[in-house]
């Protein structure tokens, strides 16, 4: 797969990602409160993790799927 994340894209990737996984992490901690319990909470800060991975994974490869699918390419460099 060609690189196709690049730019703006890339660096709110690579700051969004380690926040939302932090964010689930405390969710799923029980440090984070937002009156979610019980398998809602889990489900959501689990959903959080994974998107939070996703997004830092996409972001340091340079490569993202759904961009290839949506035929986005937001990397300046031909690769």
Do not use: E, H, W, Y
Not at 24 to 48: E, P, S
């Amino acid at each position: 797969m060609k690189q196709n994340v690049g730019g703006v894209d890339r660096k709110v990737r690579l700051i969004a990602g380690p926040l939302l996984a932090a964010i689930a992490a405390a969710g799923l901690g029980g440090v984070l409160n937002i009156g979610v319990t019980g398998t809602a909470a889990v489900v959501l800060f689990g959903f959080l993790l994974v998107a939070g991975l996703v997004f830092f994974t996409t972001g340091v490869t340079q490569k993202c799927p759904a961009n290839s699918i949506a035929g986005v390419n937001t990397c300046d460099r031909d690769n």
